[in-house]
């Protein structure tokens, strides 16, 4: 059995390799101070944000927070593994690492009976697309493809196959290899008999289109039915590899474009990114007949900056187009919405306009999100009938209030009040009302929520609070210095950091200097597992910090860390306060602000 890549290997690689000179095949560089400055590939920049450290073997976007080492790099610009990345780079320093990096890809972390479904799949996958392209049996199957607008490049490129008419090819096919039928039942690849104690075939006669995890993995199958046959479509059962609240369609194959343009375009069915690919668009992904999901969600935002939604454009794919639109904002993600002419898909639009015409649609034509809600909002309403005019109005109003930038907000509101002649002051006024009535409610919402939601991420770098900056400050220091990372948990004994990130990453600390590891910034960030912690490390790595930290320094530090929990226990109590002074509850007022003034006096 193969192990994994020995640390000391690793840590030769790193000695061997600049890290100045493998991001510098990829980013103009410049240097600037004991850095190198260029433009970020990880997003849309003109003024050069992006900068490495030779000093210190790692990189750090301003603009975006993208971080981490020469490994991580790699991996988030090209979509490679770790195992990838490095053997790719032990053959440039010419490292020897001692064992096969194909065998090391082989061995996965999981189960046996798991790694046979996916190699069971495999094979039927590249077993179907013989029989459609290479047999006579599949010939009239290839001709249906070719009559609908595929071609050879198409089909090679998704491994399109097909499923001879028989009863149970596949059974014998599989049995011949020796897996075992119950397993590979358990698979969705056969389906046992209720009468006979016999197998047959899931799939017969019909166009086969393997589906992938986000690793490349074929774990499923949807097959497409020749002619009027029913059900037309005919998708692998959810089992313990494939689970459609997580598997987006083509992701694994789109990654490095989506990574690289910043932006996935998502279309409801894998006949869509098929179709989409024949134009030209290669950052297409598909949920797999289910609505977009929180983990379809994060997989799109952890690698791209916008998602632009390409539904079928019938009332059911508007809707879901708009929903699917709330979520990926909730969520932080820029929006964009294409709209079809009316009951079309992009497979009816290739077919109807070509394929240049569904490119420029999708990537130069497609809506801002709020423009799509406009035209969602004027569905099915007279806007000449007064009730109708006031209601949409009234509608649009409440969607530009949660707008964040001022000027997209004058850009709809001057719409309204042109396309209505309504008074742009009018607009404008009761926009603000129904701003300020977000902000309260948010408010009102914000007191309730616990410490440990706080998130880094939301706040403003150059107004961080004290205590998040006194975490931030001591982690910096961590990173530099084992003893101090002690020194701290002796300090805070059972108690913990207020931002949960922060006490991870000091966590990861403690684990990476018990193991007897010295203080290296690179080695912490492959010891780190979380991809947005080797950010949020590499951020603080790039603190301005004293080279010593002062037993005084330490002490502020652990003073505003300790006592931001009383801070907000003492804004609560306060609150309760004024609560019982209003219902004139004056003795339960005294109480509380005697545990105010005792938490006060705990404090210095």
Same mark, same amino acid.
């Given at each position: 059995?193969?192990?994994?890549?020995?640390?000391?290997?690793?840590?030769?690689?790193?000695?061997? #390799?600049?890290?100045?000179?493998?991001?510098?095949?990829?980013?103009?560089? /410049?240097?600037?101070? $004991?850095?190198?400055?260029?433009?970020?590939?990880?997003?849309? =920049?003109?003024?050069?944000?992006?900068?490495? @450290?030779?000093?210190?073997?790692?990189?750090?976007?301003?603009?975006?927070?993208?971080?981490?080492?020469?490994?991580?790099?790699?991996?988030?610009?090209?979509?490679?593994?770790?195992?990838?990345?490095?053997?790719?780079?032990?053959?440039?320093?010419?490292?020897?690492?001692?064992?096969?990096?194909?065998?090391?890809?082989?061995?996965?972390?999981?189960?046996?009976?798991?790694?046979?479904?996916?190699?069971?799949?495999?094979?039927?996958?590249?077993?179907?697309?013989?029989?459609?392209?290479?047999?006579?049996?599949?010939?009239?199957?290839?001709?249906?493809?070719?009559?609908? *607008?595929? /071609?050879?490049?198409?089909?090679?490129?998704?491994?399109?196959?097909?499923?001879?008419? @028989?009863?149970?090819?596949?059974?014998?096919?599989?049995?011949? $290899?020796?897996?075992?039928?119950?397993? &590979?039942?358990?698979?969705?690849?056969?389906?046992?008999?209720?009468?006979?104690?016999?197998?047959?075939? $899931?799939?017969?006669?019909?166009?086969?289109?393997?589906?992938?995890?986000?690793?490349?993995?074929?774990?499923?199958?949807? *097959?497409?039915? +020749?002619?009027?046959?029913?059900?037309?479509?005919?998708?692998?059962?959810?089992?313990?590899?494939?689970?459609?609240?997580? !598997?987006?369609?083509?992701?694994?194959?789109?990654?490095?474009?989506?990574?690289?343009?910043?932006?996935?375009?998502?279309?409801?069915?894998?006949?869509?990114?098929?179709?989409?690919?024949?134009?030209? #668009?290669?950052?297409?992904?598909?949920?797999? *007949? /289910?609505?977009? !999901?929180?983990?379809?969600?994060?997989?799109?935002? $952890?690698?791209?900056? /916008?998602?632009?939604?390409?539904?079928?454009?019938?009332?059911?794919?508007?809707?879901?187009?708009?929903?699917?639109?709330?979520?990926? !904002?909730?969520?932080?993600?820029?929006?964009?919405?294409?709209?079809?002419?009316?009951?079309?898909?992009?497979?009816?639009?290739?077919?109807?306009?070509?394929?240049?015409?569904?490119?420029?649609?999708?990537?130069?034509?497609?809506?801002?999100?709020?423009?799509?809600?406009?035209?969602?909002?004027?569905?099915?309403?007279?806007?000449?009938?007064?009730?109708?005019?006031?209601?949409? #109005?009234?509608?649009?109003?409440?969607?530009?209030?949660?707008? =964040?930038?001022?000027?997209?907000?004058?850009?709809?509101?001057?719409?309204? @009040?042109?396309?209505?002649?309504?008074?742009?002051?009018?607009?404008?006024?009761?926009?603000?009302? +129904?701003?300020?009535?977000?902000?309260?409610?948010?408010?009102?919402?914000?007191? @309730?929520?616990?410490?440990?939601?706080?998130?880094?991420?939301?706040?403003?770098?150059?107004?961080?609070?004290?205590?998040?900056?006194?975490?931030?400050?001591?982690?910096?220091? &961590?990173?530099?210095?084992?003893?101090?990372?002690?020194?701290?948990?002796?300090?805070?004994?059972?108690? &913990?950091?207020?931002?949960?990130?922060?006490?991870?990453?000091?966590?990861?600390?403690?684990?990476?200097?018990?193991?007897?590891?010295?203080?290296?910034?690179?080695?912490?960030?492959?010891?780190?597992?979380?991809?947005?912690?080797?950010?949020?490390?590499?951020?603080?790595? &790039?603190?301005?910090?004293?080279?010593?930290?002062?037993?005084?320094?330490?002490?502020?530090?652990?003073?505003?860390?300790?006592?931001?929990?009383?801070?907000?226990?003492?804004?609560?109590?306060?609150?309760?306060?004024?609560?019982?002074?209003?219902?004139?509850?004056?003795? =339960?007022?005294?109480?509380?602000?005697?545990?105010?003034?005792?938490?006060?006096?705990?404090?210095?």
């Amino acid at each position: 059995m193969v192990g994994r890549i020995p640390e000391e290997k690793i840590n030769e690689i790193k000695q061997a #390799i600049d890290i100045v000179d493998v991001i510098g095949e990829h980013v103009q560089l /410049t240097k600037q101070g $004991r850095n190198f400055l260029g433009l970020c590939p990880f997003h849309g =920049e003109k003024t050069p944000s992006f900068s490495v @450290s030779p000093e210190k073997q790692i990189f750090h976007c301003f603009g975006c927070n993208a971080g981490g080492n020469v490994f991580s790099f790699l991996m988030d610009l090209e979509g490679f593994s770790f195992q990838e990345v490095a053997a790719k780079l032990a053959n440039r320093a010419h490292v020897d690492l001692g064992i096969d990096i194909a065998d090391v890809e082989k061995k996965k972390s999981i189960p046996d009976s798991l790694q046979q479904m996916m190699d069971a799949h495999d094979l039927l996958s590249k077993f179907y697309h013989h029989l459609l392209v290479n047999t006579k049996d599949g010939q009239h199957a290839l001709e249906y493809l070719l009559n609908r *607008g595929f /071609t050879l490049p198409i089909i090679e490129k998704f491994q399109i196959g097909y499923s001879l008419s @028989s009863w149970d090819i596949a059974v014998k096919f599989l049995a011949k $290899r020796k897996y075992d039928g119950t397993l &590979m039942e358990k698979a969705g690849l056969i389906i046992k008999s209720d009468k006979e104690n016999k197998y047959f075939d $899931r799939f017969r006669d019909r166009i086969i289109f393997p589906i992938m995890d986000r690793n490349g993995n074929t774990v499923a199958f949807s *097959g497409r039915a +020749l002619g009027d046959s029913h059900p037309k479509y005919l998708n692998s059962p959810e089992t313990p590899i494939f689970n459609k609240s997580s !598997t987006l369609y083509n992701f694994s194959s789109a990654r490095s474009s989506i990574r690289k343009s910043q932006q996935a375009v998502l279309f409801e069915g894998f006949a869509d990114v098929i179709a989409a690919s024949r134009s030209g #668009i290669e950052n297409g992904v598909a949920t797999m *007949g /289910t609505s977009l !999901t929180d983990e379809h969600i994060s997989i799109l935002k $952890r690698n791209s900056q /916008t998602v632009t939604i390409c539904y079928d454009s019938d009332s059911a794919g508007i809707e879901a187009a708009f929903r699917a639109g709330q979520l990926l !904002t909730k969520a932080n993600c820029q929006v964009k919405v294409t709209v079809l002419p009316d009951g079309m898909d992009p497979d009816d639009y290739v077919n109807q306009y070509g394929e240049e015409k569904l490119q420029n649609e999708i990537l130069h034509n497609a809506l801002p999100y709020m423009g799509f809600k406009l035209m969602y909002y004027r569905r099915g309403k007279n806007l000449q009938n007064e009730g109708d005019k006031l209601e949409y #109005i009234e509608k649009v109003l409440g969607e530009i209030a949660k707008l =964040e930038k001022v000027v997209e907000k004058d850009l709809y509101i001057r719409q309204l @009040s042109s396309e209505f002649s309504i008074s742009l002051e009018a607009l404008q006024q009761q926009e603000k009302q +129904l701003t300020n009535s977000l902000q309260i409610n948010n408010s009102n919402k914000s007191i @309730s929520t616990p410490v440990k939601q706080y998130s880094v991420k939301k706040q403003v770098k150059n107004l961080l609070p004290a205590y998040q900056t006194a975490e931030r400050r001591l982690l910096a220091h &961590m990173l530099k210095s084992g003893d101090t990372a002690f020194k701290v948990q002796e300090y805070l004994q059972e108690k &913990m950091f207020n931002i949960d990130e922060h006490q991870a990453i000091f966590t990861y600390l403690l684990a990476f200097y018990e193991s007897g590891q010295s203080s290296d910034i690179s080695s912490f960030i492959n010891f780190i597992t979380d991809n947005e912690l080797k950010r949020m490390v590499v951020d603080i790595e &790039m603190m301005d910090i004293n080279e010593e930290l002062s037993n005084q320094e330490l002490m502020d530090y652990m003073k505003q860390i300790l006592n931001y929990e009383k801070l907000v226990e003492i804004k609560e109590k306060k609150l309760k306060q004024k609560e019982a002074e209003r219902q004139q509850n004056y003795v =339960e007022a005294a109480k509380i602000g005697m545990e105010v003034l005792s938490l006060e006096k705990s404090l210095k």
